[in-house]
């Protein structure tokens, strides 16, 4: 099974920046999209909001809301990562990675990101 582990969340001032990282098992990265989910407070997970996305031929994506402040990047088959900057409290969520392999979704556990002066 694909495992995702998140990490780099923190808490930041407003106009900061958090690199968020996504380590995975295997090279899931390679075949299939990365993609980076962030749930709201008082939101369920499935009720996340879509971030960024990147293809394994390089294509990106952005939600409106970060796009020219968020930057999604892959290093490797099994790293992704996630560049933020001009943090606003909007931002606050927690952040998880994703990776759909053969109609089943894998997501991470999160990490948690807070922007507040």
């Known amino acids: 099974q694909v495992q995702l582990v998140e990490s780099g969340g923190g808490v930041v001032q407003p106009g900061g920046s958090l690199r968020l990282s996504c380590a995975a098992t295997?090279?899931?990265?390679?075949?299939?999209?990365a993609n980076w989910y962030r749930q709201a407070p008082g939101k369920q997970r499935d009720q996340s909001e879509f971030v960024a996305t990147m293809t394994p031929f390089g294509t990106t994506n952005y939600a409106d809301s970060v796009r020219g402040r968020f930057t999604i990047s892959r290093t490797t088959p099994n790293t992704v990562y996630l560049q933020m900057n001009s943090l606003k409290p909007e931002d606050t969520a927690v952040y998880y990675c994703?990776?759909?392999?053969?109609?089943?979704?894998?997501w991470g556990q999160g990490t948690q990101v807070t922007v507040s002066s």
């Open positions: 295997g090279d899931p990265f390679r075949l299939y999209a």
């Open positions: 994703s990776v759909a392999i053969s109609g089943t979704d894998y």
